[in-house]
């Protein structure tokens, strides 16, 4: 089975711009996540899709947004990029049980977003 | 809100020896995942090992095994026999269980160095 797949691997943007990463999740999988891990903040919540609905959002202002597909493939997008937007972001599906999801995460490679 | 604590930012230990990463976690939830997820150099993310709540017995998965305390919410990683490709850094998490707008959100600590030593 393939894991989760991330792209770009790596980008370079400046102040203002606009970035879209996308994360195509293991098969089966119903749920994606996304975290953003920089070394001072570490690995914080950015946003849960299940099924196409956001289920749930981090702390982060409007400019981070996202949306899931009917394959479950996931997208996020930030507009107007600042410095501090330099990141790690981590895309991670997990597998479906009756509650909902089994908890496990799967990891993606990350995509390394750099902001000039 | 959930948090969960890594008081220890670095550790390391002699090959083949054994170390224990501690973390603690905070929460007024009854049903909830705790996990152990390794993140090698440059590489990506893994499991580690994983705990349901309800579970009394502590999980266990080759090298190594959890110490949960739930009254204390407390769960300790216990890495044995340390091989030189167990140096990552060690995210302790946590996860609500079920299918309501809080579930599916993992909250991480802040992480473990750990170093094997040949």
């Known amino acids: 089975k393939a894991g989760v797949t991330q792209t770009p691997r790596y980008l370079i943007k400046t102040r203002g711009q606009q970035v879209t990463l996308s994360c195509s999740p293991i098969?089966?999988?119903?749920?994606v996540s996304w975290y953003q891990q920089t070394p001072g903040q570490g690995l914080q919540f950015l946003f849960e899709?299940?099924?196409?609905?956001?289920?749930n959002k981090g702390n982060f202002p409007g400019r981070f947004s996202g949306r899931q597909f009917s394959n479950s493939r996931s997208e996020m997008n930030v507009s107007t990029l600042e410095l501090g937007d330099s990141a790690l972001y981590l895309c991670a599906s997990s597998p479906p049980t009756s509650g909902g999801n089994t908890g496990e995460l799967f990891f993606g490679e990350g995509s390394r977003l750099t902001v000039l | 809100a959930q948090t969960v604590t890594q008081s220890q930012p670095e550790m390391s230990v002699q090959e083949a020896e054994t170390v224990t990463l501690s973390c603690t976690y905070d929460?007024?939830?009854?049903?909830?995942?705790l996990f152990w997820y390794k993140q090698p150099p440059s590489r990506q993310m893994i499991l580690v090992i994983r705990q349901e709540a309800y579970k009394q017995q502590n999980a266990t998965e080759n090298r190594f095994s959890v110490n949960f305390q739930k009254a204390a919410k407390s769960f300790s990683l216990k890495i044995s026999d340390s091989q030189l490709g167990d140096t990552a850094m060690y995210f302790c998490?946590?996860?609500?269980?079920?299918?309501?707008?809080?579930?599916?959100?993992?909250?991480f600590g802040d992480g473990t160095t750990l170093t094997v030593k040949p």
């Open positions: 899709y299940f099924s196409e609905t956001q289920r």
């Open positions: 998490a946590f996860m609500k269980w079920g299918w309501d707008t809080n579930a599916g959100k993992s909250t």
């Open positions: 098969s089966g999988h119903r749920s």
């Open positions: 929460t007024s939830e009854n049903n909830y995942y």
